[in-house]
């Protein structure tokens, strides 16, 4: 890293720029082969980097084989700085995860991006959320799954995608066999047909690697989601589905318990924001209590559901042991549910950071108050005081499982 350092202040030097003092710190207290250069660290002191100053770090990074995560959140990036992102991309044989989220990259960025993954050989992960590519990028990013066979994971969430850039992921997908995970959530769709979601489902029926599929906020009604369970009947590889944020209702958590009921690879779903109600809820719960049902962790946060659903489910985790999270918040505690996961926390059958309720007491009553953690709780920022593994607990359920694939590799099959 002092390396790094000398080389960062040669670089400014030569470009006639003044040295950032967040890069120096950052660069002065990286050692794990990773730079946070995030945007909006309160703890920190300067400004957020501007296009010049990831000209510096490009040129500063270009050739260099100890830096493998790079972080740049929350950054005041345009598309001008995009090109030297998109250098470092193309030059770079070590990068292995690349965050531009909440940046101000638009078509003509993530074109320069798209074009620079062509060649490379190393990238991972790229996260490009919250910044507005709109239709054009998103198709510049499909395209380019369709050369690229290094990259697993791709997050273009909150880009203003519309239909036709989401159809187009799920159509190179049909082929791609590298992307082991996608969010193509909050697209802007206006048509009510549900397109993206039919693609997705045919998609799902050929795809074998697809691991992680993310669709909240697309509008999904119970249409859309018995198009979409139809296809995981037949999917062996999926084991996380996100269709938070959107409209099912009974009849889609019937569909998706039946999946539960012949799924072998299912293992996380979120379903918060939606409405399944007490009924839902109750076939999830038949489905839960079923000796081969696989699945590990299910937020129903905020579903309009009642004592009779809330105590189904409840019901249902004392049966099977293979549910081990579960997230209720923003249902309709009485007191008879606060008893009840009372009981499964203290029985020490429900941890309590797996949940998102923690009982307490007054005068004789029991109550459940909301707790921090989560499937995804720290989706857009990460705290730094809090257990990571609680609020996000799909991501270390997720690790844990890809540790255990690489063991058993048979194990999903």
Same mark, same amino acid.
């Given at each position: 890293m002092v390396d790094i350092m000398n080389r960062y202040l040669t670089v400014c030097a030569e470009e006639q720029q003044p040295p950032n003092m967040c890069v120096l710190k950052v660069l002065e207290d990286s050692s794990d082969g990773s730079l946070k250069l995030t945007g909006n660290d309160q703890l920190k002191n300067g400004d957020?980097?501007?296009?010049?100053?990831? +000209?510096?770090?490009? =040129?500063?990074?270009?050739? *260099?084989?100890?830096? =493998?995560?790079?972080?740049?959140?929350? *950054?005041?990036?345009?598309?001008?700085?995009?090109?030297?992102v998109a250098h470092l991309i193309q030059e770079s044989k070590s990068l292995q995860s690349l965050d531009l989220m909440c940046n101000n990259i638009e078509?003509?960025?993530?074109?320069?991006?798209?074009?620079?993954?062509?060649?490379?050989?190393?990238?991972?992960?790229?996260?490009?959320?919250?910044? =507005?590519?709109?239709?054009?990028?998103?198709?510049?990013?499909?395209?380019?799954?369709?050369?690229?066979?290094?990259?697993?994971?791709?997050?273009?969430?909150?880009?203003?995608?519309?239909?036709?850039?989401?159809?187009?992921?799920?159509?190179?997908?049909?082929?791609?066999?590298?992307?082991?995970?996608?969010?193509v959530?909050?697209?802007?769709?206006?048509? +009510?047909?549900?397109?993206?979601?039919?693609?997705?489902?045919?998609? +799902?029926?050929?795809?074998?690697?697809?691991?992680?599929?993310?669709?909240?906020?697309?509008?999904?009604?119970?249409?859309?989601?018995?198009?979409?369970?139809?296809?995981?009947?037949?999917?062996?590889?999926?084991?996380?589905?996100?269709?938070?944020c959107n409209r099912i209702t009974r009849d889609g958590a019937k569909c998706l318990s039946e999946v539960l009921n012949q799924s072998r690879s299912l293992e996380i779903l979120d379903l918060s924001f939606n409405r399944i109600e007490d009924d839902g809820a109750v076939y999830l719960s038949e489905a839960i209590k079923l000796p081969h049902i696989k699945l590990k962790a299910l937020s129903v946060t905020s579903n309009n559901i009642g004592k009779k659903g809330l105590l189904s489910l409840n019901k249902a985790m004392s049966v099977n042991s293979c549910l081990t999270h579960i997230y209720i918040w923003g249902n309709k505690l009485e007191e008879p549910v606060c008893m009840a996961f009372s009981r499964l926390i203290s029985s020490g059958r429900l941890l309590e950071e797996h949940t998102d309720v923690s009982p307490y007491e007054v005068d004789g009553h029991v109550f459940l108050a909301e707790a921090s953690h989560g499937l995804c709780r720290h989706y857009y920022w990460r705290s730094r005081y809090r257990d990571e593994d609680s609020s996000n607990s799909a991501r270390a359920l997720m690790a844990s499982d890809s540790l255990a694939l690489q063991i058993n590799p048979d194990s999903h099959s």
């Open positions: 957020r980097l501007t296009d010049d100053d990831v +000209l510096v770090l490009s =040129k500063t990074l270009v050739g *260099n084989s100890a830096i =493998k995560g790079l972080d740049l959140r929350y *950054n005041c990036i345009t598309d001008k700085g995009a090109v030297y078509a003509d960025g993530a074109e320069v991006i798209a074009k620079s993954l062509h060649t490379n050989k190393s990238l991972k992960t790229l996260r490009m959320t919250g910044n =507005k590519i709109g239709n054009e990028g998103g198709m510049q990013l499909a395209a380019m799954l369709k050369i690229n066979a290094t990259l697993e994971e791709i997050d273009v969430s909150d880009c203003d995608l519309a239909t036709q850039s989401v159809i187009a992921f799920a159509i190179v997908l049909k082929n791609n066999r590298g992307i082991r995970a996608i969010n959530s909050r697209p802007l769709i206006f048509s +009510l047909q549900e397109e993206t979601t039919v693609h997705m489902a045919q998609m +799902l029926v050929v795809n074998k690697t697809l691991r992680e599929l993310h669709m909240g906020k697309h509008g999904m009604t119970d249409t859309g989601v018995e198009r979409l369970c139809e296809a995981l009947k037949l999917n062996t590889s999926l084991c996380y589905l996100d269709l938070r």
